[in-house]
């Protein structure tokens, strides 16, 4: 008698976790290129935004690995990758990047906003306390450090920006480099996760800039979105075009997986990819920002376009990163058919723990501009070097 | 903060002391992540490969926890030949009910009776990835075909997980039969995309080439939307052939048929058993009747050629 055991698909392995995963990543290349575009490049309207967007790098970057964690079952084993590496393992490599790219931002960090610590250190009480050791007890300023630490930090931001697309087109990699799985399977996913990874970080800085200067009720910089709107329309119509070039690659190549994939797009994922990712989340915001870089428009108008795109554009890349984890998953080894998923909102690696995750950055950037002014144009606490 | 690409400033060059002490913490965390590194690897790592080779010392000393269906009939012969002759056969006791080592070494650790409706739908809810010829179910269709209305019933309320289907020969030594083919055990849910003569398709085997009569019969009888199969189970052995069984156990019939008090009347009709021989007999019921005996108009006619084959 035979047995039957294959293909026993019924859950989807990788979960709204690992959907996280790449997008907080992406967050983290894009505000950190915004940050590299003031630093290194000189786009002096960007200078506003420039330490916020370093920052959000910073602690995006720290929170990018825990839902990695949270989706193993001993996440105490997950170093154990990086001290016996193996080229089988793709894994391992995110781990060096990860550590090496988060060096550099630390360091970076840590120079742009050395003056602050100084400010704060000489004053009294546990903060000042920690600045003092944030800056080694070392209190000594004047112009020759200042200077230092400016060609330091354009050095930092050069290297930077080569490591932060290395990061996220490995990540790219770590999914585009798996050839059992037709939906991931192609190289031009490297370059769709940089891309769509500068989108959603301009995205989240324009989202979370206006969203602390409307609270505070602080003037926005128009020079300065407006700015950020332009980038965030140049970048945002390269990443749909590749996407959509993907999709026409799959298509012309008639190759064996293409039924199967055609009939993945028509039916699992026409809602969340044909209609949502493409029609309404990129469509829309591609229109307002062609309407706020072509045409002349009021301020408020621009403003709202800019936010509202923005925020559009969020939601996009995740529908992006959505489609392409869960989506891969759905397709039978067999080809024959798809299996379902939609996350519990109470599980481990829930809709609410996904919450929690992503929510964290958010607090810990407050606590963050509690210590030192994230923007010392406008809240009179910083001492401008 | 001063851009970088801007002109420095006119002053003295720049001071970069206060750095030092940063590159030498990070060159010194460098240090300390080798350090540690090679203090983590084991020592026996790299000795036969790329693994630890003690593992394999501690893989050796290491008891099974599965012990294998032979364990089992030692106290459970009764089950264990029940279990041998039906569909689950093949099915190993332990993958339904777990590991059986500690219950081995002591009984009072039971075993889990296995009888929750995810138990059984973990192989045999309908998934179109798996092959069409495997029985798989899609729950609520399954219950509305045999009017089940509570939609928590335990599949084990009709399918004995030991005898699921109460075959009344052995699997095992059943007939031998060519490999049944139709278009659904390959193309599920898409069969109407198929095209009727694809170039280079695998020869396709109907039940209809060969009992035409049969077939034709069985279109106009009342059980017309049962497929063959479901009563002559079709089990595939290998590439060419598999074993196939006539199931005329009237438990098999009561399945569908079974009075229960978790079925309606909106599925089919519904009989107790074998209260229903007395029912319809006006002599002494004779308890070894089957099923088809009365009511094989309902399925289909009988032909010379398909009784002698006793399919």
């Not at chain 1, 920690?130 to 930090?153: G, K, M, Q, W």
């Not at chain 1, 379902?340 to 810990?364: D, H, N, Q, R």
């Not at chain 2, 009888?115 to 309908?126: I, K, S, T, Y």
Request: hydrophobic share 45%; proline share 6%; glycine share 6%.
């Amino acid at each position: 008698m035979m047995n039957f055991v294959f293909p026993n698909e019924l859950r989807v392995t990788w979960t709204v976790m690992i959907v996280l995963y790449p997008y907080i990543t992406g967050l983290v290349a894009g505000a950190f290129i915004v940050s590299s575009l003031y630093h290194v490049f000189g786009r002096e309207e960007l200078r506003p935004i420039a330490r916020f967007s370093l920052a959000s790098a910073f602690v995006f970057l720290l929170f990018a690995p825990l839902p990695l964690l949270m989706h193993l079952g001993h996440p105490e084993r997950a170093f154990n990758i990086m001290i016996t590496p193996h080229f089988t393992s793709a894994m391992a490599g995110f781990g060096y990047i990860y550590s090496a790219y988060l060096l550099v931002v630390v360091l970076e960090l840590w120079f742009v906003l050395r003056s602050d610590f100084l400010a704060r250190a000489r004053g009294r009480g546990p903060v000042a306390w920690l600045c003092r050791s944030l800056v080694l007890f070392n209190l000594h300023e004047s112009p020759a450090t200042r200077e230092a630490d400016h060609r330091i930090v354009k050095f930092l931001a050069g290297l930077g920006i080569p490591m932060a697309c290395t990061l996220h087109g490995y990540v790219g990699f770590l999914f585009g480099s798996l050839k059992a799985n037709p939906w991931w399977s192609t190289p031009l996913m490297f370059v769709i996760f940089i891309f769509s990874a500068i989108v959603s970080g301009i995205s989240v800085l324009i989202f979370h800039y206006f969203v602390v200067f409307w609270i505070n009720r602080w003037k926005v910089n128009g020079a300065c979105v407006r700015s950020l709107g332009r980038y965030l329309w140049g970048f945002m119509m390269v990443a749909v075009a590749l996407e959509l070039l993907e999709i026409l690659s799959i298509t012309y190549e008639q190759t064996d997986k293409t039924e199967v994939l055609n009939t993945l797009i028509r039916t699992k994922l026409f809602m969340s990819y044909v209609v949502l990712q493409f029609l309404v989340f990129s469509l829309v915001p591609f229109l307002m920002l062609a309407v706020h870089a072509l045409f002349r428009v009021r301020e408020r108008v621009a403003h709202a376009l800019i936010w509202t795109s923005a925020t559009m554009l969020l939601v996009q890349v995740l529908l992006m990163r959505w489609n392409v984890v869960v989506g891969g998953q759905l397709v039978s080894k067999s080809m024959r058919g798809f299996t379902s998923y939609f996350p519990g909102v109470w599980e481990k690696e829930g809709l609410l723990t996904a919450a929690i995750i992503f929510t964290m950055p958010f607090l810990i950037l407050y606590v963050f501009h509690r210590i030192v002014p994230l923007f010392p144009d406008v809240d009179g606490r910083s001492k401008q070097p | 903060m001063r851009s970088p690409s801007e002109p420095p400033e006119s002053g003295p060059p720049p001071d970069y002391r206060h750095a030092y002490p940063v590159f030498l913490i990070m060159g010194g965390l460098l240090v300390v992540a080798l350090a540690v590194r090679a203090w983590l690897v084991p020592e026996t790592f790299g000795e036969f490969g790329y693994y630890r080779g003690a593992a394999l010392d501690e893989a050796k000393v290491r008891t099974s926890r599965y012990l294998g269906r032979q364990a089992c009939a030692e106290c459970h012969d009764d089950v264990a030949a029940l279990h041998a002759k039906d569909a689950h056969g093949s099915v190993e006791c332990e993958t339904c009910h777990g590991p059986g080592s500690a219950h081995v070494e002591d009984a009072e650790n039971v075993l889990p009776r296995a009888d929750r409706q995810q138990d059984c739908l973990v192989c045999h809810r309908r998934l179109d990835a798996r092959p069409g010829s495997f029985p798989q179910i899609d729950r609520d269709e399954h219950f509305r075909l045999v009017g089940v209305t509570n939609a928590a019933t335990a599949c084990v309320r009709c399918h004995s997980g030991h005898e699921p289907l109460f075959m009344n020969k052995d699997l095992r030594t059943a007939r031998l039969h060519p490999l049944i083919h139709a278009c659904g055990d390959c193309h599920l849910g898409r069969q109407d995309q198929t095209l009727k003569q694809p170039a280079g398709h695998p020869q396709i085997f109907q039940c209809s080439y060969c009992h035409a009569d049969v077939s034709a019969s069985a279109a106009k009888a009342e059980h017309h939307a049962i497929a063959c199969t479901t009563c002559h189970l079709f089990i595939k052995e290998n590439a060419f052939s598999g074993r196939i069984v006539r199931d005329t156990d009237p438990r098999f019939c009561l399945l569908c048929h079974g009075q229960a008090d978790f079925r309606s009347q909106d599925g089919p009709p519904l009989i107790t058993w074998p209260g229903h021989l007395a029912d319809v007999s006006e002599e002494t019921p004779d308890p070894t009747r089957a099923c088809v005996d009365c009511h094989q108009d309902q399925i289909h006619d009988l032909f010379e050629k398909e009784v002698s084959h006793g399919l």
